[in-house]
Structures are given as C-alpha cells and as structure tokens.
T-cell receptor
Framework: GNSVTQMEGPVTLSEEAFLTINCTYT??????LFWYVQYPGEGLQLLLK?????DKGSNKGFEATYRKETTSFHLEKGSVQVSDSAVYFC???????????FGRGTSLIVHP | DSGVTQTPKHLITATGQRVTLRCSPR?????VYWYQQSLDQGLQFLIQ???????AKGNILERFSAQQFPDLHSELNLSSLELGDSALYFC????????????FGSGTRLTVV
C-alpha cells in the first residue's frame, strides 16, 4: 500500500536559517504530492502541491520538487521566520484511491 | 476561513455519553472526510462520504458512525465514549480528481472526562 515517511521532529532552528524537512513516499502509481501546515490550535492548511514528476510546488517562500527517481518531496525554505513554527505534513493522493495518505507530521520550532 | 465549517469547536463530555460533530464542506465539494488527531496516533483517517454515500472506511471504531445529508453536510456520531476518544476531530472536503488538495476545517476538540 501507499505510505509517507517524514523525518522525526522537532526540528529546531534559529530565525533566518535554512529549512529542509525530508519526505519520501511509496506508491503503486503516479500520485499527486502535497505539503500541509498546521499552526497551533488550527486545522491543516494546504501549503503547496505537485502533480507530476519534476514539478515544483511553491508558496510563501516554501518549495518542494517532485522527484520520482528518489520518491521524495522534500520541503525547503531559504530563511525561516518565527511565524513558520508549526507542524508540517507530507501527503500523497493517488488516482485509484481518493483517500490521501499522510505522514506523521514534523514539528518545526523557530527561535528568534 | 477555509470554507469548511465544523461545530462545535470544543466539547467536554463524560464517559459513556454520545456526541455528534457537524461539518459543512466547502461550497461545491462533494467529498467529506473525517479524521481523528491524537498525540500518540497522529492523523488517522476515519471515513469518507461522497455525495451522500459512504466511499471508504479507515480506522473507525464500531462505536462511531457518520452520515452525509442531501445538503452535503456531514455528522460524525461518537457513542459510549471512553477517555481514549479524547482527541481533535477534523473534517475535510475536496473536489474530484487527484490534483485537488484537501480543505480542512478547524476541528472539534473533544475531551472525555
């Protein structure tokens, strides 16, 4: 079956540091890939997505590239802010199933 | 505002009781999904409805049930509540096709005492 593996958190960074959150996936077909963000006390929000190999999703300074050869969709940001502190979820959704598969989430803590 | 409305935001109830959580999907979305989020289990898929019909089931207990009404709003019923049912319950909606991401509501925090 499908699965998504994210790096364990929490990831703790200082403001303006470079961020990478690793995500790898297993899927039988050609999934669409997503990153969601959950701020404290809120629901998940779609951050970015990519629908085919080599697509780059980007939003709010975050970006991730769909790498079919390494089955990865790592999230990156060049300079994090305190306001980026949240839990980040990697997810995939495949045509054969309408149920997305989520990773366990990675907590990001950014210190001033 | 994501467009997905969940009520109530908070619910405190005693063990053995029954509660109903409500979700209104984003306008135009036919699919509704229910998730349970707890610290130890992460985000667990419970059940999906599409245009009034059950489409898929995940890790939903027999004490839990759901339905989607003709106006597309959905309700999740939790009965014989146990302490371990305390969690955040999220509803999400989506359009058709794999390219559509999900839109989540802000959740209902259930506390069973």
């Amino acid at each position: 079956g499908n699965s998504v593996t994210q790096m364990e958190g929490p990831v703790t960074l200082s403001e303006e540091a470079f961020l990478t959150i690793n995500c790898t996936y297993t899927a039988t077909g050609y999934p669409s890939l997503f990153w969601y963000v959950q701020y404290p006390g809120e629901g998940l929000q779609l951050l970015l997505k990519a629908t085919k190999a080599d697509d780059k999703g980007s939003n709010k300074g975050f970006e991730a590239t769909y790498r079919k050869e390494t089955t990865s969709f790592h999230l990156e940001k060049g300079s994090v802010q305190v306001s980026d502190s949240a839990v980040y979820f990697c997810a995939l959704r495949e045509g054969g199933s309408y149920i997305p598969t989520f990773g366990r989430g990675t907590s990001l803590i950014v210190h001033p | 505002d994501s467009g997905v409305t969940q009520t109530p935001k908070h619910l405190i109830t005693a063990t053995g009781q029954r509660v109903t959580l409500r979700c209104s999907p984003r306008s135009g979305d036919l699919s509704v999904y229910w998730y349970q989020q707890s610290l130890d289990q992460g985000l667990q898929f419970l059940i999906q409805y599409y245009n009034g019909e059950e489409r898929a089931k995940g890790n939903i207990l027999e004490r839990f049930s759901a339905q989607q009404f003709p106006d597309l709003h959905s309700e999740l019923n939790l009965s014989s509540l146990e302490l371990g049912d305390s969690a955040l319950y999220f509803c999400a909606s989506s359009g058709t096709g794999t390219n559509y991401g999900y839109t989540f509501g802000s959740g209902t925090r259930l506390t069973v005492v």
